[in-house]
């Protein structure tokens, strides 16, 4: 799918303008090349799942540098976030267990 060139908006097939912004033989590049780019559907994946996001990072270090830094990114937050909420997970259901001892004795 072409892209124009001008504003970036997605161009139907054979447009000899581009919609969006009007510009005309708009030029249109395939986006498509440019493969090596962070992907927020894969750094959502990498932060809710840690271990997926750091097997793609090792998979990517190589022909996706900047894709596999963002995934590595996501799921060092994802265990970061995650550690945290365990704790507080953990903290609020000790003070449940003492609320509750106290009240029974
Ligand atoms: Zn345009």
Redesign the pocket.
Known sequence: MPY?S????QLPDGAPA?P??A?TR?GPIVREAAADKPSGALAVLAFLFPVVGFALWFAWRQPSPLRARSVRRAAVWGVVVGGIATVVAFAVYMAVIVSVMKKLS
């Not at 001008?6 to 908006?9: I, S, T, Y």
């Open positions: 124009c001008h504003c970036g908006a581009c969006q912004c510009v708009p």
